[in-house]
């Protein structure tokens, strides 16, 4: 299925630079990452490219250091708008860009300096299309390849729709992440599916974009190797702490992909739509257990004890990696008794690893 090398060459000669690619970067308070981001891609050596900075509202040092780039480069754009959250920001960055695909890249994060070249190697310049590389997770100490877990290959028709789409929610371990980094995407994918955003998602805005742009693809290519990404694993970010409007962004995710999963006819749709919302959940109580507030278990008795999380949990069955995942959702699943705080133990544990 992996492009040959010498197809990806004859492939970028026929399209390659006559496809304008705009890097969109949303920017919140990353002052201390941000020049490194902004560089690595003005690195690129693809020229057919625009980089659209779009600040928002932050009250550090980042918008100066977007203007600064903007004044002396002149393939940078730079947005400053209210403070609206990241896919607001990514929508912003749309509406102003001139590109035939689009790129998002984290203010915290950096590239390779071929990673546009790489991945433009790979497009046909029809609509629908999709390129997934892969990426470094970089931590304090360490740094780590991280694989999508799909062959390397085109996905197309019948196959795309079998062992990407159907797999894309639902399942432990994404067959391709939903993250909007990492992806080059023909930009209809992204326009064609703004009704289906909610800008007040702070968790799960990646999915919130991914998942009906994927439903939107006819043409997906996953590379091999390609670690091109580097994605800065940062203490304190959204992901990594406890925030309290989790369950809410949560729940409001879950209406934006079951509606997608419907009006696009989505394989395995609902039972994938359930599924995933039973992994999220399970993720909104490892939040609540991280919650240094003494309320933690009146707050995880509210969640499991609505009437929809119960039967979701009860009828829903899926597979659970991990000795404290595989507690957890045994416990969520017959709440009462003292799980909450052995679990909260064990997970104090996890997080110093």
């Known amino acids: 299925m992996a492009l040959s090398w010498i197809a ?4 970028i000669r026929m399209t390659g630079e006559s496809c ?21 891609i003005l690195s690129q050596d693809y020229q057919n490219m625009e980089v659209i900075l ?12 977007c203007d600064d780039y903007g004044q002396r480069d002149a393939r940078v754009k730079v947005i400053h708008k209210e403070n609206g959250g990241p896919t607001a920001a990514c929508v912003t960055g749309m509406e102003a860009a001139a590109g035939d695909y689009y790129m998002f890249v984290d203010s915290d994060d950096y590239v390779e300096p071929a990673m546009l070249t790489g991945m ?12 997934c590389c892969n990426h470094l997770l970089e931590k304090q100490k360490t740094t780590e390849p991280v694989y999508s877990t799909a062959n390397p290959g085109v996905y197309q028709g019948e196959e795309l729709q079998s062992q990407i789409l159907a797999r894309l929610i639902g399942q432990e371990q994404k067959v391709i992440s939903l993250s909007r980094c990492m992806k ?8 064609d599916n703004e009704k289906y955003y909610d800008y007040s998602i702070r968790f799960g805005d990646d999915s919130n974009m991914m998942y009906p742009a994927f439903l939107n693809s006819t043409r997906v290519v996953v590379m091999e190797g390609a670690l091109f990404y580097h994605y800065r694993y940062v203490e304190g970010s959204i992901i990594h702490r406890y925030d309290t409007g989790i369950y809410e962004s949560v729940r409001k995710l879950m209406r934006c992909l079951s509606r997608a999963a419907a009006e696009k006819q989505a394989p395995d749709g609902t039972q994938a739509v359930d599924r995933e919302y ?12 991280r919650n240094p507030d003494s309320g933690y278990r009146a ?11 119960r039967e979701r949990l009860r009828d829903t069955r899926i597979v659970v990696s991990g000795k404290a995942n595989r507690l957890l959702y045994l416990a969520a699943r017959h709440p009462g008794g003292i799980w909450p705080g052995i679990v909260r133990g064990m997970l104090k544990v996890y997080d110093r690893k």
């Not at 990806?8 to 492939?11: N, T, V």
């Not at 039973?278 to 257990?289: A, D, F, G, H």
């Open 184 to 191: 080059l995407c023909e930009k209809s994918v992204f326009t």
């Open 20 to 40: 304008k690619i705009s890097v969109i970067v949303p920017v919140y308070n990353k002052e201390a990452y941000l020049r490194e981001c902004v560089d690595s």
């Open 54 to 65: 779009v600040d928002d509202a932050s009250t550090d040092d980042s918008g100066r250091i």
């Open 120 to 131: 433009a190697a790979h497009l046909t310049g029809k609509p629908g299309e999709i390129i």
């Open 8 to 11: 990806c060459m004859e492939e």
């Open 299 to 309: 707050r995880i008795r509210e969640i499991l004890g609505g009437r929809e999380n």
């Open 278 to 289: 039973c992994y999220l959940l399970l993720y909104v109580l490892k939040n609540e257990l």
